[in-house]
């Protein structure tokens, strides 16, 4: 099983760009995520989405949006890059309804706004 | 939302005992704790969850006091291949069955020769 799979894996851009990360899980997880981790910092969360067909803010979600495109996909779009988003960029999975938490992730996307 | 507070960094040599201690005051009844390592530019891999008294996989021991406020992960004999970030989560469990977690700054731990 491939797990977590993140395109791109890296990603370079202009500020006022706009671009998709892409993520999709194999794993057969209702609740997919999205975390951003600047250099020497801890994971932030930007959105998460319990099942399919629903989405909910996180820590920071200003500048993005999501949608859940089927139970395996989960995008996250930047429609207009800031060099503070600068990051790199992880996507998860996990179980929904097991109080177990455990979450599985995706090897990043490192984004660099100009 | 449940918070924690770990130390920032730790120092160790191979072959000892590392203790994490992390405190979750605000912890709630339905909460587990669970502890992830990343290496860098990895995500963050599992390590072991609790929900009290005492967990112990093939890698890691956690250890929950009754009042649950505090847990501590403790790493036997560690090797310089366990230089890394530990980060001490506890989840919140939403109405609609999800799990939302939110990650601290971690400690980051380095292994000696």
């Known amino acids: 099983n491939a797990g977590v799979t993140q395109t791109p894996k890296f990603q370079v851009l202009k500020t006022g760009q706009s671009m998709t990360l892409q993520c999709a899980q194999d794993m057969n997880h209702n609740s997919m995520y999205w975390y951003r981790q600047d250099p020497g910092m801890g994971l932030r969360l930007i959105y998460y989405?319990?099942?399919?067909?629903?989405?909910d803010k996180g820590e920071v979600p200003n500048g993005y949006n999501v949608s859940r495109l089927n139970k395996r996909e989960f995008s996250l779009r930047l429609e207009s890059a800031a060099p503070s988003q600068t990051s790199v960029y992880f996507c998860a999975s996990s179980e929904t309804g097991v109080p177990t938490g455990e979450l599985f992730f995706g090897e990043g996307s490192r984004l660099t706004v100009l | 939302l449940a918070k924690t507070t770990q130390p920032i960094s730790m120092d160790s040599y191979e072959g000892q005992e590392v203790n994490i201690t992390c405190s979750h005051n605000?912890?709630?009844?339905?909460?587990?704790i669970t502890w992830y390592q990343q290496f860098p530019s990895q995500g963050p891999r599992f390590i072991i969850q609790g929900y009290k008294t005492k967990v112990t996989n093939e890698v890691a021991s956690l250890f929950i006091p009754a009042d649950r406020k505090s847990s501590t992960l403790s790493l036997p004999r560690v090797s310089l291949s366990d230089t890394a970030v530990y980060y001490c989560?506890?989840?919140?469990?939403?109405?609609?069955?999800?799990?939302?977690?939110?990650f601290g700054s971690g400690t980051r731990l380095l292994v000696r020769p």
């Open positions: 989405s319990a099942s399919e067909g629903t989405t």
């Open positions: 605000n912890i709630a009844t339905n909460d587990y």
């Open positions: 989560l506890v989840g919140d469990l939403l109405m609609d069955s999800s799990y939302k977690l939110i």
